[in-house]
């Protein structure tokens, strides 16, 4: 069956420095993957998609990458600040059905 | 840019009674809009994905009986939870694509804000 994993539930990191999250899944070859933040009690917002074709993808301070080899997309938030501690989803997306999610990793940025 | 509403976002009930749950796509029209349920620390759980004019598909271990799921426009979806009880308590979540013409693959998916739903 497909299965996704976050490498961690939580990680937490001093301000400014580069927080890197993984995302590896198995058992599926998905079109797009895509990273979500999801708030305490909130619905999940999101923030990046990458394409199968596509290595890297950058927006601010975000940056995804996407190794189809290896089943596995890294996200990075360069500059890291306390307003980024949140939880953060990778979702598989196979060619226009629903999302499937990962557990999230919950990251904590202190000042 | 496209908004994707949910109400009511808090909702406690009693054992045994009824709840629904709408979705809404407030500047786009979504044919397909997809219902998720978290329960605390976990993963979003795909329960089912609503058609507009159809029948939703389920994913496995989903009661249809117990999970109501209309779409009758292109804007709306509801879920309604019969017969509740206490384990059906959890966050639920719904979801839907933007595009022209039906699900294009990659489009953006937006996420309402989400109900959270207690029975007691």
């Known amino acids: 069956s497909q299965k996704i994993e976050q490498n961690s539930e939580a990680l937490n990191i001093q301000e400014g420095k580069t927080a890197t999250l993984t995302c590896n899944y198995t058992?599926?070859?998905?079109?797009?993957l895509q990273w979500y933040r999801q708030d305490p009690g909130r619905g999940p917002v999101f923030l990046l998609l990458?394409?199968?074709?596509?290595k890297e993808k950058r927006k601010e301070r975000l940056k995804v990458t996407f190794d189809t080899t290896l089943k596995q997309s890294l996200f990075h938030i360069t500059a890291s600040q306390p307003a980024d501690s949140a939880t953060y989803l990778c979702?598989?997306?196979?060619?226009?059905?629903?999302?499937?999610f990962g557990k999230g990793t919950t990251l904590s940025v202190s000042s | 840019g496209a908004v994707v509403s949910q109400h009511p976002s808090r909702v406690i009930c009693k054992s045994g009674t009824s709840v629904k749950i709408e979705c809404r796509s407030l500047?786009?029209?979504?044919?397909?809009m997809f219902w998720y349920r978290q329960f605390p620390k976990q993963s979003l759980m795909l329960m089912a994905t609503?058609?507009?004019?159809?029948?939703?598909?389920?994913e496995q271990g989903v009661e249809k009986d117990k999970f109501l799921i209309n779409h009758a426009s292109l804007t709306l979806s509801t879920l309604t939870v019969t017969s509740a009880h206490p384990e059906d308590s959890s966050f639920y979540i719904c979801?839907?694509?933007?595009?022209?013409?039906?699900?294009?693959?990659?489009?953006?998916?937006?996420f309402g804000e989400g109900s959270w739903l207690t029975v007691v």
């Open positions: 990458i394409r199968e074709n596509e």
């Open positions: 979702a598989l997306d196979k060619a226009g059905t629903a999302l499937i």
């Open positions: 058992n599926y070859s998905p079109a797009y």
């Open positions: 979801s839907a694509r933007s595009g022209q013409g039906g699900i294009v693959s990659g489009n953006t998916i937006y």
């Open positions: 609503s058609n507009e004019g159809s029948k939703a598909t389920y």
């Open positions: 500047d786009f029209q979504a044919t397909t």
